[in-house]
């Protein structure tokens, strides 16, 4: 059993930046991945970012690359993405998951989901 949660959500200016963060909690994951997907209402979630828990290798969509940053804390038990130069296409519920059993951009490999933090950028 693991636990996600998502934190540092809200409103940001265009331009503006932000932090999420992902604590997880429970048994070790199988494949030390975690990833951030995002999801804008009438949209499909989106694949935004994964990070190796091990290596700190990070993959990015390239909507995001050059913008985002996704890093892991000292004890790999929390993930952020730090949000730079946002703008009003990045609005949407972002969430946080971990434990892929395939590939690292589809939201269907993963096995683990947190609730979701919204994010909204206004113009």
């Known amino acids: 059993q693991v636990q996600l949660v998502e934190s540092g959500g809200g409103l940001v200016q265009a331009g503006g930046s932000l932090r999420l963060s992902c604590a997880a909690s429970?048994?070790?994951?199988?494949?030390?991945?975690m990833a951030w997907f995002r999801q804008a209402p009438g949209k499909e979630r989106e694949f935004v970012a994964t990070?190796?828990?091990?290596?700190?290798?990070?993959y990015y969509n390239d909507s995001v690359k050059g913008r985002f940053t996704m890093s892991r804390d000292n004890a790999k038990n929390t993930v952020f993405l730090q949000m730079n130069s946002v703008k009003p296409e990045d609005t949407a519920v972002y969430y946080c998951?971990?434990?892929?059993?395939?590939?690292?951009?589809?939201?269907?490999?993963?096995?683990?989901w947190g609730q979701g933090t919204q994010v909204t950028v206004s113009s």
């Open positions: 998951a971990a434990d892929p059993r395939g590939s690292l951009n589809d939201l269907h490999a993963y096995a683990y």
């Open positions: 429970g048994r070790t994951f199988s494949r030390s991945i």
């Open positions: 990070i190796d828990l091990i290596s700190d290798a990070t």
